[in-house]
């Protein structure tokens, strides 16, 4: 059988563990792929541990028990939260983004892959620690961020629509109150899309007043399952008095200037 070298397998390993986060890897998968000893793919393990942490790029656990092995866990340094914030600020405070009805465009944001990368990468580092089962979302802008989060953290994404589909089987259907408009709205989701007793978190574009995060907990409830936590990209401090306290954002708008520009400042 092929003989790998060290460069080789590390190599190898570091791809197998990052396309693979918070799944749990056995030693045996590796020894069996590279035709090496176990303390050959241990020490192997401990330099691909110590260069991603180091590089804060993320962190590699042991979990002990004969089913056990080696898991990543996605990670991101405050450098580099630090310089994408301030870039998204840059990009968000453009006078052209703000359109008819003083909304904030951001289409274009929500539909480019290195944005909404490194945005999930934030995101799921803020909810790695939890042990989940579902990241959350309502269609439609906040799905490729959704999206994201739940491939880092290595969890099915549910996406909870605004209306009933036929294709969709037997559905849910909760009425609730928007936190802005204060209009009475729906969402639904499948019966077979999520487990009872299920822990989640919920990701999307833009927090306004909190009242869709608020609908999600009661749909939530009708499976018996159980919202951990928020995050969102933008938080709209506007409406400052939130229908939940408890949320994650990378960056707030505050509104317009008097020239007209968006006042978009860091929440992280």
């Known amino acids: 059988m092929e003989k790998f070298s060290r460069n080789q397998r590390i190599s190898a390993i570091t791809?197998?563990?990052?396309?693979?986060?918070?799944?749990?890897?056995?030693?045996?998968t590796f020894t069996e792929l590279f035709n090496a000893a176990k303390s050959t793919i241990s020490e192997d393990i401990v330099i691909v541990r110590d260069?991603?942490?180091?590089?804060?790029?993320?962190?590699?656990?042991?979990?002990?028990?004969?089913?056990?092995?080696?898991?990543?866990?996605?990670?991101?340094?405050?450098?580099?939260?630090?310089?994408f914030v301030t870039n998204l600020c840059l990009i968000l405070r453009e006078k052209e983004r703000i359109i008819p009805g003083n909304f904030l465009y951001m289409t274009d944001i929500m539909s480019d892959p290195k944005i909404i990368h490194d945005a999930g990468l934030i995101?799921?580092?803020?909810?790695?620690?939890?042990?989940?089962?579902?990241?959350?979302?309502?269609?439609?802008?906040g799905i490729p961020l959704?999206?994201?989060?739940?491939?880092?953290?290595?969890?099915?994404?549910?996406?909870?629509?605004?209306e009933n589909k036929v294709t969709e089987g037997p559905t849910v259907t909760i009425n609730y109150v928007s936190g802005s408009?204060?209009?009475?709205?729906?969402?639904?989701?499948?019966?077979?899309?999520?487990?009872?007793?299920?822990?989640?978190i919920f990701i999307d574009d833009l927090i306004k007043a909190g009242g869709t995060a608020l609908g999600i907990i009661d749909l939530l409830k009708e499976f018996d399952s159980e919202l951990l936590g928020t995050g969102v990209l933008v938080d709209n401090t506007e409406n400052p008095?939130?229908?939940?306290q408890e949320y994650y954002s990378i960056v707030q708008f505050k509104g317009i200037s008097e020239d007209g520009l968006p006042i978009i400042e860091p929440s992280v």
């Open 15 to 28: 791809k197998i563990l990052i396309d693979n986060p918070n799944c749990s890897i056995n030693l045996s």
């Open 51 to 83: 260069s991603l942490e180091r590089l804060n790029y993320g962190k590699i656990e042991t979990i002990s028990g004969a089913a056990g092995g080696v898991k990543f866990i996605c990670d991101v340094s405050n450098s580099k939260i630090q310089a």
């Open 123 to 141: 995101l799921a580092s803020k909810f790695n620690h939890k042990d989940l089962d579902y990241v959350v979302t309502v269609e439609t802008k």
């Open 146 to 162: 959704a999206y994201e989060v739940a491939k880092l953290l290595g969890v099915q994404l549910v996406v909870i629509r605004r």
């Open 181 to 200: 408009g204060k209009r009475i709205q729906s969402m639904s989701l499948s019966r077979m899309c999520m487990k009872k007793g299920s822990k989640c």
């Open 241 to 244: 008095e939130k229908l939940v």
